[in-house]
């Protein structure tokens, strides 16, 4: 069982950066397709960004070229097991509560897997 905790949320003005953290426990996340959600009120979550075991990255339309995922495992617990989300030149379509997830293997269905409690980005 992994356990995911984001951070780095925050109020930010339009065009600034944020960098989200999401720490995992419980295994190593080398093993594991990761990726970022986010879900605005009254609106249907999307995936943002995903990263599979092999480092290959991919991004939703409304964020490529904007944001940048990137994971740091270790092979050890007290290595580093962590997983971030640049985002730059933020938008006020940016605000979302921003969920970290995790899946052994597969990138399929990435949202059915381990997911964090979330993090609120604002951006005004």
């Known amino acids: 069982h992994v356990q995911l905790v984001e951070s780095g949320g925050g109020s930010v003005q339009v065009g600034g950066s944020l960098r989200l953290s999401c720490v995992a426990s419980g295994d190593t996340i080398s093993r594991y397709c990761m990726g970022w959600f986010r879900q605005a009120p009254g609106q249907e979550r999307e995936k943002v960004a995903e990263i599979d075991s092999a480092g290959n990255s991919h991004y939703s339309e409304s964020v490529k070229g904007r944001f940048t995922v990137a994971r740091a495992g270790g092979k050890n617990d007290n290595a580093k097991n962590t997983l971030y989300l640049q985002m730059n030149s933020l938008k006020p379509e940016d605000t979302a509560v921003y969920y970290c997830?995790?899946?052994?293997?597969?990138?399929?269905?990435?949202?059915?897997?381990?997911r964090g409690q979330g993090t609120q980005v604002t951006v005004s």
């Open positions: 997830a995790a899946r052994r293997g597969s990138c399929y269905q990435l949202w059915l897997g381990f």
